[in-house]
């Protein structure tokens, strides 16, 4: 197939969105289809300091010169109009439009109007459920008139019927996990990731994401984690992550917070904020904690669509403990992969903990149906084909 890629979300920006695109892409490529991803600024700086897993093959990249949302709308217009005309010149014109996120669909929808070829937006939840009269009425403008959605779970689909999308025009593609750095035994802790500990037992939690409210690790540790710590003594809780003050969403600053509530109640020695991560040292963590945690709360306009991670931890050998919110009961298998409790319930959430500790054939049945699921279901070349799937039944479609 001949396709033009457009996404504001991309490597060497770090995120689930952003691996979607990058893996998606480079699929794309390696099934043989012409395609080019037009994408956001990145600085020369950037690029060469990203990490290895996040680094694109730019000569199949076109790159705004300028940074911010303004000057990529523009440009991804401006540059696929070239690309769209210049692919019609020699009679080879991409055949469809596929969209990483919302945010490019303004100019899919133009190009499309203008050259006749069909386009397709993924979408991720929040982007559907963001607040503002003016927002929503763009977006759903957009959604209402791209040729198909590709819902990243079944709770965004469910989102958009709400949002007037008619169902056959939905289709539901869960993301991708990189199943490359999860190939061999528990790997050596690298010498930045200090908080690993060979050797000394601890009952280790872990949690991974950027520190937004919807993540619920605020309300873990000042709710749950003094319970759990009473029950269990040697209990541990590593939070990898930051701030999300670069998102275009999220602005809370909530790191400072969750410190405040770990030293409240006396928890240093049970709670570590670790930050940023190298890829490595995340890895490592994975591995070595005995349970994933997300503790996801229901957010009015703000979901977690899926959840990526997940199926990392599972890659990794470690189950889960989530909440029944958003697309997270799918990315857990409904509990095939973890334990799922309600949403704001701490009681439940400090009974799930215990549990998947007192019973340690629990765990060790959990980690290897997660494992198995994600390796099978899961891998990027198994989903990327979904994905053309869809693209090639909506150009037949035409």
Partial sequence: MRILHLSWNSPPAVGGI???????????????DETTLVTTFASEERLAGSSAGWVLDESTVRRAPRPGLKAYAWFALREGWRLMKAGRGRGAMPEVIFC???????????????????????????DIMKEGWLY???????????TVLCSNSENTARILREAGV?????RVVYPGV??????GANPAPP??????????????????????????VLEFVDQVMPDVVRRMPDALLWVIGEDATKSLGHHERLKDKIAERVAHHGLGDH???????????LHASLYA?????????????????????????????????????????EAVGQGEAGLLVEAADPEAMIDAVVLMFEEPGLRDRLAEQAERRAREEFAWPVVVERYRSVLADVVRSR
């Avoid at 952003?18 to 043989?32: C, L, N, S």
């Avoid at 990483?100 to 991720?124: C, E, K, N, T, Y």
């Avoid at 709670?271 to 040292?281: C, R």
């Fill in 100 to 126: 990483g996120s919302i945010p490019s669909a303004p100019a899919a929808w133009v190009l499309s109007r203008r050259f006749g070829v069909p386009f397709v937006v993924l979408m991720h939840g929040t």
């Fill in 271 to 281: 709670v570590k904020l670790l930050g940023s991560v190298s890829d490595q040292a």
């Fill in 178 to 183: 990189d199943t490359t750095p999860f190939t």
């Fill in 289 to 329: 904690a005995d349970v994933f945690l997300l503790p996801g709360l229901h957010i009015p306009n703000d979901v977690e669509g899926f959840g990526i991670v997940f199926l990392e931890a599972a890659l990794a050998g470690t189950p889960a403990i989530a909440t029944r919110a958003g697309g997270m009961p």
């Fill in 191 to 216: 010498e930045d990731a200090t908080w690993i500990e060979p050797g000394r037992e601890r009952k280790v939690m872990v949690s991974v994401g950027r520190l937004i409210k919807r993540k619920g």
């Fill in 166 to 170: 008619r169902g056959e025009r939905i």
């Fill in 18 to 32: 952003e691996a979607v695109v990058k893996f998606v892409h480079e699929g794309f490529i390696a099934a043989g």
């Fill in 136 to 146: 929503q009425r763009i977006v759903r403008f957009f959604i209402k008139r791209a």
